[in-house]
């Protein structure tokens, strides 16, 4: 089975070049069909293979297909590599991303370029697969640029909207601001190791010791591409804007898989990571920050999509927390979690856009469970699940983080505690005012309401029973269950050492103080928005400046255009005409001037007079003479 | 014998388009550029297998001063001749939907271009190599001047005078190198690359070649001829210039500036690259202000060659590798874009970036071919751009780690102002203007499929191309060594 794992990647990509040739010459429904069997079968052989690897605990597999990169000391083969930790991401994104593509035929049937659509998701798929499965730092890198060009065709797909073209563009530059730091931390790891293959690389990193200055800096390089990539501070403003995209895109993209390569890859250089105390802090720093910033301005956002945007950045921000402390294995488990809640809340929210006639304000929503009973129910569980209520998945990964940073560092943790309040007070806030309540649309909306159709719930009803049960995988210590997902990372992660297990006292704490937290929570937000009918108010109200402060997202992009975006244009444009056109150019004019100048004076002696010539012919033949008999 | 055959059927099939036939002259300087591409695709069988002497050619041209038509390839040679031998057809057949005046003349002197530049590329002797030089600016300059736009005659102008001056410099060098030479003297580059030159004489001469080099690439600051000529120049001319004779420079700091100057480059090696990046960041910080589309890509065309110069400064293999494999890929990239902006001013009758808009809508195959060798130039992985630009970068960055960081910085800005282009041409709300745009001639279509093709296979497979230049780059690179 595992000499057909290169087929996982090559499927989607069939998918892709097949409903491309054919594009408009067939239906919604074919091209659908055909990207989600494309990834469907490659969910398939990824099971097998899952089987496979559980079984047979050996040594990780390496599949070399060609080489790519050889040249001098460069030696770059396009190989892949299949062991515990890319199996697990290969489950997450072809069966999250089956799942989103069968949406996608609900969600985009009255889209008439839907064959680009699904061509660009197949696309998509193959290069996050790519970037899982490489087997070194320049085929991850390959995915990683090829997922964020999938994103910047899919954020900008219905193309005749400015703002969504500059959405996407904001995208890619952004993530390419990342990049390029990512690629510096390549460049140092060749230069350091000789190599870029994660065996080469992580065998020879054992030689270096704890806290050595370059491998700092290598893990410092590759954050920033994870910064890029997975939307943290401060190159995250991307992500809120990425929600131009069409919804299952957000799904997909911006929640589920490609945002969390960044996880993904400092799980996979877990190693080196290791080896710099100093880079996880500034990982959990970071992570801490991002959290906290981006689950208050959720706090204020009145779009669907943002709220959810900005709860993946938070979401984002609890991963980063937890590899910065060295638990790398739950950071995974949260991307796991967080794979099926946060898909399956972008879906419902797809749903509710989709019976709305593409309204995505929360203000005209309200008393959606009726009419959207499926959508609702489900939009509840991951609600649950994203904020932390046992049993449902989210509660095992995000108490599992907590319970990590708690032993590292107690302000951490408070703040980190403070985040999870948070994220419970949006998200609910989000909950009512879209499905309790009074319906606060116009008429017309109110009677276009109707339930998706199977094509789209059944993936959400799919999503939520592993948004639910989904956390089993990860058993806390004092449950006596076994932690499986533990243990199946167990040979791949090295832990950096702590201080002794989580004290039993702790853990039952946690867990009762979160659970009467969360239903105090739900209980206020429940009287705030529905008791007392309270709706957020718009930008025709003038806001308190704190809250004006958050609703403007902290003016963070506005900061970024009057520091970056157009001082560069505008300094380019002084050079261009200052420097370029009138200094540079001119010294060359200038030269050939001086020479213009110069022949004009000398053009008084071509009189055309013979004689002159012989003349002055006579007097330099004179004057050789008389030098040489001088000197 | 063969490499003979590649200089000498230009040229005569340039005057056989010079002659008044039944046949359309374009037809014949089509046939003539496929026979040489089919030619160049024989020499490559012959070079991997058994060069023998056909891929050599010498006898005395000039006995009594030690000149002989040498002509000679390796891998480095070989690949530059691959690169002329692939565009000259796709330039050629991209003027099938222009209506150039006096047709004749205009095929003819392109296909003169086609093998001065051979020459230059396989000129085994320094002599020689200069003769091809300047032959190579004659028929471009007619062709700028001919063919060009409105202000064509001063900027061609400006264009002819500033290289004539740089080629000048090197001739001085080349003439004072030759004077040093053992006996009766003589131009063969073996020759040449065994004068022992003095640190003093390096450190002048150095500065005599860079000047021809530098000025053809460019590279910052002697550049203000490049924006204004490329923006002039008819596209075909525009094409030649940018996608071969550029690499004229950069092939001639690798053959004969790195070889014969170690000392001196050890010494200005690290300031030429600081200019070349300075170069790339300032090129392509003009390029985010620029309106005019094909002006954009002119200076976009600045940015990659300054990562090209600063790559062969960086006297590794990985540096050098990554020039080489760039020169071919910038090269097809660069006739692609330029193409691509051809095919909208034949269209829209503008380049201008305000004027334009939503052409995606009514063309969906002229935007999957513009995005791909967008994507090829912005050197996303799995297209031709990223080999060069990893290799030329990895290979800065073990010269200087702080080199690479500012040259990344390419990276960022090339995506800024490709994707702003791109969105401002194809983009948005279409224009009224835009039913113009329905469909695209076949010529058109071979063209920019060709060019897709080629990013896309050399991005997944360029073993062959690198495997095909390394020996001659660590043979380059030897003749540095030996001296540190």
Known sequence: MINLSWLIPVLPLLGFIVIGVLNKRISVNLSGIIASAMVLCSFIISCTLFFYVKEDSSVPEYIKMFDWI???????????????????????????GFLIHVYSIGYMHHEPDHSRFFAYLNLFIFFMLILVMGSNYIVMFAGWEGVGLCSYLLIGFWFKNTDYNNAAKKAFIMNRIGDLGFLLGIFLIYTTFGSVSFREVFSAAKGFTTGDATITAITLLLFVGAIGKSAQLPLYTWLPDAMAGPTPVSALIHAATMVTAGIYMIVRSNVLYSLAPFTGEVVAITGLITAVFAATIGLKQNDIKKVLAYSTVSQLGYMFVALGVGAYDTALFHVVTHAFFKALLFLCAGSVIHAMSNEQDIRNMGGLKKQLPITHFTFLIGTLAIAGMPPFAGFFSKDEILAKVHEHSLPMFVLLSLTSVLTAIYMFRLYYLTFHGNFRGSEQQKTHLHES?????????????????????????????PHLFSEFMQPLVSFRHHDGEPSEMFEITLMVVSVIALIVIILAVRNYYISKKNVPEGEEVKLAPLTSLIYNKYYIDEIYAAVITRPLDKISSIVYRRVENGFIDKIVNGTGNIVTAASNVFRVVQTGNIGFYIFSMIIGIIALLALNLIL | MLLLALIILPLIAAMFCLAPDVMPVRMKALVSSLVSLGLTAYAVSLYITDPGDMLAFDTWWIKDLGISFNVGMDGISLLLVILTNVLVPLIILSSFGSDYDRPRTFYALVLLMQAALIGVFTSMDGFLFYIFWELALIPIYFICLMWGGSDRIRITLKFFIYTMTGSLLMLVGLIYIYLQTPGTHSFAIADLYNVSLSSGDQSWLFWFFLAAFAVKIPIFPLHTWQPDTYTEAPAQGTMLLSGIMLKMGTYGLIRWLLPLFPQALNEYGGIIMGFAITGVIYASCMALVQKDFKRLIAYSSLAHAGLIAAGIFSMNTEGIQGAMIQMLAHGVNVVGIFFIVEIIQRRMKTRSLDNLGGIAHINPVFTILFMIILLGSVALPLTNGFVGEFLLLNGIFQYSPWMAAAAGLTVILGAVYMLRSYQQIMLGEPREKNNEFTGLRVSEKVVLISIAAIIICTGIYPKPILLLTEPAVEEILSHIKQVY
């Open chain 1, 453 to 481: 159709p199977g094509v789209m719930t059944i993936p959400l009803l799919v999503l939520a029973v592993l948004s639910a049960v989904g956390g089993f995988i990860g058993m806390p210590a004092i449950t006596g269950l």
């Open chain 1, 70 to 96: 050889k040249t001098g000391g460069v030696d770059i083969s396009f190989s892949f590599l299949i062991d515990r930790l890319s199996v697990i991401m290969l489950l997450v994104i072809t069966g999250v």
